[in-house]
Nanobody, 123 residues
Framework: QVQLAESGGGLVQPGGSLRLSCAAS????????MGWYRQAPGNPRELVAVVSNYDGTNYGHSVKGRFTISRDIAKNAVYLQMNSLKPEDTAVYYC?????????????????WGEGTLVTVSS
């Protein structure tokens, strides 16, 4: 069974930095893309950044130039370096793995989500 484990959230002052990490566990043969989404109270879940095998990286408009996504395919891991953080970046950040082919799952190309990690930007 595939599971995603996130880490790195916490409290940071405006202008500060945080690095989120996410690792997928299980007998995984391939993952098409990995990314980060976030959800603030009262708002829908939105794309932060995604990195795929073929399309490279894509970022949400509000984080372009401040956040950087990277991926370690061998470790089935994805990272999010967040710089110049703003109070409006406060949200629960969710790791997502798309198009996962793994042992023991019903069918191929499934999507999985982590449980989320809270990022709070406040002075």
């Amino acid at each position: 069974q595939v599971q995603l484990a996130e880490s790195g959230g916490g409290l940071v002052q405006p202008g500060g930095s945080l690095r989120l990490s996410c690792a997928a566990s299980g007998t995984i043969f391939s993952i098409f893309a990995m990314g980060w989404y976030r959800q603030a109270p009262g708002n829908p879940r939105e794309l932060v950044a995604v990195v795929s095998n073929y399309d490279g990286t894509n970022y949400g408009h509000s984080v372009k130039g401040r956040f950087t996504i990277s991926r370690d395919i061998a470790k089935n891991a994805v990272y999010l370096q967040m710089n110049s953080l703003k109070p409006e970046d406060t949200a629960v950040y969710y790791c997502n793995a798309m198009g996962v082919v793994a042992a023991g799952q019903q069918g191929g190309g499934l999507d999985y989500w982590g449980e989320g990690t809270l990022v709070t930007v406040s002075s």
